[in-house]
């Protein structure tokens, strides 16, 4: 039994290091709400533009992202989700613990240079859209050509520092709010843009059935030519990057940190919140919105950028979705790497790391070819970390099942695990050799990286400690878990029950903001079906745009007046 000196100590500690209790684990539907929220971002509006630039079919498009969707699905929900609800901890603190104190810095490092480019690609993102509003022209070279959008970024991008430093659990808040009417933003923009489209192609604003759908796809959306006038990416490669733009939290088992709140492993499948409809149907949409636009600006859509697309598509409302889309995600993983600088320049605050950190990613940030090359970096970046999630992969399920022992290096107090790093390192000569070479296409790099570094790991493990048994040190480690479960018990029984607010005001918020969402969704489905000419729908699409932007700011107000309700009430404890 833990008595109070154990409970002290535990309290000592930080909550990161100890395993989720089962009075904070989460059901399904805060999961779906998780991942509807975070895959619903300001990338889409840069991919699904890129899978046109890149000359994507039709029919590959629609059945590849379905597909590839699908597998990165299976891949949370069979990889990443039972590590993590069997372990209850983040890949961080696991990963400490089986590779010692050198592998998790080097990790850290990786972290801090991925999250930083991410961050970097969203905040350029999120200035395109102020871009627009002052007329600058669209950068559209890897190098900024204006001053002044020099200056937009810097001043958008100090805003996301400091949040991130002193405001980020606000943001993580607001954002949470932000996935419906991203749903609806961007199923919509598709919607209002389509009649041009169809214009355009068909010489009428209105679809007859399906098959109008696929020539105007066919013919001016992901037409089988890309950009430089060759044919473009196969349903392979379609396929290859809907599965492999994950690979971080997936395979490479960042998730770990999100699934750990999880009742079952099971609520991986949650994931399909994000990925069906943020990456499927977003990714789907962003591309008709994209070609839309360049027929109405009449331009290339490699001449287009987020802020161009959203507001053509949108109105002022797209001024509202890059801006926010990119701050949030910008937030979350600026957020992310200052944790992970902290960890590796632990004598100083996260909050000085993240200003640190920020700096450089503002710098990044003047540069456009950030976020036009956010599908290759995403699938290196993935390549990057994909080892480490073999290693943990092959240390929690492969060792039990052929007789090695979890935790070895634990056991033996290594704070240098050479099987973890070597692994790591041979995955990476591998991965990045077989791209060089062009063996196979670098979105499938992260299969048989993985593999071998499954491979390689547990044979180097069994060398250095892992066939070995430690029955004392895993008789501690027992009893200090079952101290850890009766101090999480106790802890329960002093944390008070979330409370929900069923007010009458409330429950008004709730109405008239999701009324906002299905006004602005009705708007959207008027222009797309009851515009018989271009004069008419130009008059359609001014009245959602007009209206749209007025259900927008009703929504994120009346939504966010409803979340602080509910925090105040159970501040006061009532």
């Avoid at 609520?267 to 919105?289: D, E, Q, R």
Wanted: glycine share 8%; hydrophobic share 50%; proline share 3%.
């Amino acid at each position: 039994m833990a008595s109070s000196e154990d409970f002290t100590a535990f309290e000592q500690l930080n909550e990161e290091q100890l395993p989720v209790p089962k009075h904070k684990l989460h059901g399904w539907a805060h999961f779906l709400g998780l991942y509807a929220g975070e895959h619903v971002a300001a990338t889409e509006f840069v991919i699904g533009a890129t899978f046109v630039a890149l000359g994507a079919k039709t029919t590959d498009i629609l059945l590849g992202l379905l597909v590839g969707n699908i597998l990165a699905i299976l891949s949370w929900t069979f990889i990443t989700a039972p590590i993590a609800v069997e372990t209850r901890q983040s890949l961080y603190t696991y990963l400490n613990k089986i590779a010692g104190d050198s592998m998790t810095k080097l990790y850290n490092w990786a972290n801090v240079i991925i999250f930083t480019v991410i961050s970097a690609a969203m905040i350029t993102v999120s200035s395109t859209a102020v871009r627009f509003a002052f007329d600058i022209p669209a950068q559209l070279n890897w190098y900024p050509t204006n001053a002044l959008f020099v200056l937009i970024v810097l001043l958008v991008g100090t805003i996301v520092v400091f949040v991130a430093m002193y405001g980020f659990k606000a943001v993580s808040e607001f954002s949470s709010i932000c996935a419906p009417w991203l749903f609806v933003m961007f199923s919509s923009g598709a919607l209002v843009l389509m009649p041009a489209l169809a214009d355009a192609v068909l010489g009428k604003t209105e679809l007859s059935g399906w098959n109008d759908f696929l020539l105007i796809g066919d013919q001016s959306i992901w037409t089988g030519i890309n950009s430089g006038g060759e044919p473009g990416i196969g349903l392979l490669e379609v396929i290859g990057f809907a599965w492999a733009a994950n690979t971080i939290t997936h395979f490479g088992l960042i998730d770990m940190a999100l699934l750990r709140y999880a009742k079952k492993s099971s609520y991986g499948l949650a994931t399909s919140s994000g990925m069906l409809f943020g990456h499927f149907v977003a990714w789907i949409c962003a591309g008709i919105m994209g070609a839309g636009t360049a027929v109405l600006v009449k331009k290339s859509i490699t001449e287009l950028d987020p802020g161009d697309v959203a507001f053509y598509a949108l109105g002022l409302s797209g001024f509202v979705i890059v801006i926010i889309a990119g701050w949030t995600t910008a937030n979350a993983n600026l957020y992310r790497a200052g944790l992970a600088a902290q960890a590796i320049f632990y004598k100083h605050s996260r909050k000085k790391t993240t200003l640190v950190v920020g700096i450089v990613t503002v710098i990044v940030a003047c540069f456009p070819f950030v976020f036009s090359q956010i599908l290759p970096l995403l699938t290196y970046a993935g390549l990057l970390v994909v080892p480490v999630g073999a290693i943990v992969f092959a240390e929690h399920v492969i060792f039990p099942r052929i007789g090695l022992t979890r935790y070895w290096v634990s056991y033996k107090n290594l704070k240098h695990s050479v099987p973890a790093i070597a692994s790591w390192g041979i995955g990476l000569i591998f991965g990045f050799g077989l791209n060089v070479l062009d063996v196979i296409s670098f979105y499938y790099l992260f299969i048989p990286t993985w593999i071998l570094t499954i491979i390689c790991y547990t044979l180097l493990s069994k060398k250095y400690g892992a066939n070995q048994n430690y029955p004392e040190e895993e008789a501690l480690d027992k009893e200090q878990h079952e101290k850890i479960l009766a101090y999480q018990a106790h802890q329960a029984e002093t944390d008070p029950p979330h409370v929900k607010d069923t007010s009458t005001l409330s429950k008004i918020l709730k109405i008239v903001s999701f009324a906002s969402l299905a006004i602005t969704m009705v708007l959207a489905i008027i222009t797309m079906f009851w515009s018989p000419d271009m004069a008419q729908y130009t008059n359609n699409r001014d009245v959602f745009y007009t209206y749209g932007f007025i259900c927008t700011l009703t929504y994120f107000t009346t939504a966010y007046w409803t979340l602080q309700r509910e925090k105040t009430l159970n501040k006061s404890g009532h």
